[in-house]
């Protein structure tokens, strides 16, 4: 690991405390703030098969996605995530054009892992960035998990996420999948942590995290 990157994604995760009701304006802003101060990667919102409501971060399609995103800021990209929970028809989802979100991230259930598979296959084909997101690490043994890394490094995504879904991991299992993580995915693929904060363990769950792969990265 040779270099840390943020990826905020206020405007999707956010959403669960207002029904993701920002307003438009709110909407614009908190993307031009983020846009302002750096953050190499914007999570726009929930791409959902429903009707579209400028006031909401849940969006029908990677055009009015786009919309929102107008002028791209070099060096910074914008996502959207796509949920196993709330299927969004992979017919719906555009070819890739620069006006679009350069990356999906899609949210997935061990149970259906063969599914999830092929959805992030058909994700990479339309051309994106792909950033797989398994829901829930905690029920993955290091044995499931580094088969997990395994078989989704064929697929060559951008990235492969440690979801702690409910906040329920402890420092010293964080580090262990990271760790994992580490081993079995290809160089190339980047490793990241998606917390929540349920047990007050996320940040110091991210400095273990830090930390633990750059021992790692260095010893030697």
């Known amino acids: 690991m040779n270099r840390i990157q943020i990826l905020d994604c206020t405007l999707r995760d ?23 101060i750096g953050v190499e990667f914007i999570e726009l919102g929930f791409l959902r098969d429903e009707e579209y409501n400028r006031d909401r971060s849940v969006f029908d399609s990677v055009e009015t996605m786009g919309e929102l995103i107008g002028t791209k800021k070099a060096g910074t990209m914008y996502c959207g995530l796509v949920e196993m929970a709330n299927y969004f028809p992979i017919e719906k989802l555009k070819v890739y054009s620069p006006e679009k979100p350069e990356a999906i991230r899609y949210s997935f259930w061990k149970r259906l892992m063969d599914d999830a598979y092929d959805y992030c296959r058909k994700i990479k084909e339309k051309g994106y960035k792909l950033c797989c997101q398994p829901t829930r690490v905690e029920q993955y043994t290091e044995k499931d998990f580094a088969e997990l890394c395994k078989r989704f490094s064929e697929l060559e995504p951008y990235g492969l996420y440690i979801v702690d879904t409910f906040g329920l ?5 964080l580090v262990r999948y990271a760790q994992i993580g580490h081993e079995y995915l290809n160089p190339e693929i980047v490793l990241g942590y998606h917390a929540h904060d349920n047990l007050g363990q996320a940040f110091g769950n991210a400095c273990a995290f830090i930390a633990g792969l750059w021992r790692k990265n260095h010893s030697n």
């Open 14 to 36: 956010g959403g669960y405390a207002n029904n993701w009701e920002f307003g438009f304006e709110a909407i614009q802003s908190i993307r031009s703030a983020l846009d302002e």
């Open 169 to 173: 991991l402890r420092k010293d299992d």
